[in-house]
């Protein structure tokens, strides 16, 4: 199982902000704002090579993410650039060298309506013997019961005896305020432990209180 893993722990607070800081003086009214995920083998580089396209276009780095899965890097960023560099912007994108990358228009992050207010907020974990199918299965529970996952993370193991690979997932789910009438955390507990065991695995869903320190510390 691929290992995957949101980036967002101290350690990398201060280079995702120095990736964030290509400024420019530009019409702030006159922008387009696009998602940009590239892919490609790991090598140093990749992200001075991606910044410098936008810097290039006079466009900005905003939030981003970064992870290496296996011998490949990924980076996840949002960028915004005036509307008439957007094209030059696209295609600078489309040439890099020996990296495949997307570009997905949005709006402008000010302008997104303030999200809907969470009405219960949970962190499950799953830890236990690898098997296929195994996150499709536990994802698929959650869904069915109405529970939006937020973060995630999964990674595989050697254990400590016997050889055997060890798979583990946590991450943070939650559901709107306006809760079902059928909503029943207790239930959704009872059928985690359930599919847990059918599938020689611990998962646990446990009450949540919004913490930023303690997203970051997993993920």
Do not use: W
Not at 5 to 32: G, I, M, P, Y
Not at 96 to 108: M, P
Not at 159 to 174: D, H, Q, R, S, Y
Not at 191 to 197: A, F, I, K, M, R
Request: hydrophobic share 40%; net charge negative.
């Amino acid at each position: 199982t691929s290992a995957v893993r949101f980036l967002r722990s101290r350690q990398n607070k201060n280079f995702f902000e120095q990736v964030a800081r290509v400024h420019n003086s530009t019409n702030l009214h006159d922008q387009s704002f696009l998602v940009v995920n590239a892919v490609g083998l790991d090598r140093p580089g990749i992200v001075s090579d991606l910044t410098k396209f936008v810097t290039d276009a006079s466009g900005n780095v905003g939030e981003s993410r970064a992870l290496k899965l296996g011998d490949h890097f990924t980076l996840m960023m949002l960028c915004s650039v005036p509307g008439s560099n957007e094209e030059k912007l696209r295609r600078a994108f489309d040439n890099a060298k020996d990296l495949h990358v997307t570009t997905f228009k949005t709006r402008d992050p000010k302008t997104i309506e303030v999200a809907q207010k969470v009405g219960y907020e949970g962190y499950f974990k799953l830890s236990g013997a690898d098997n296929p199918g195994i996150a499709f299965k536990v994802t698929s529970l959650l869904a069915k019961h109405g529970l939006n996952i937020s973060h995630l993370k999964t990674t595989d193991e050697e254990a400590p005896f016997g050889g055997t690979t060890l798979f583990l997932m946590e991450g943070i789910v939650n559901v709107p305020e306006a809760l079902s009438a059928g909503f029943n955390i207790d239930k959704i507990r009872s059928e985690l432990v359930e599919l847990g065991d059918s599938l020689n695995c611990d998962v646990s869903l446990e009450d949540y209180s919004a913490d930023e320190e303690f997203v970051e510390s997993l993920f």
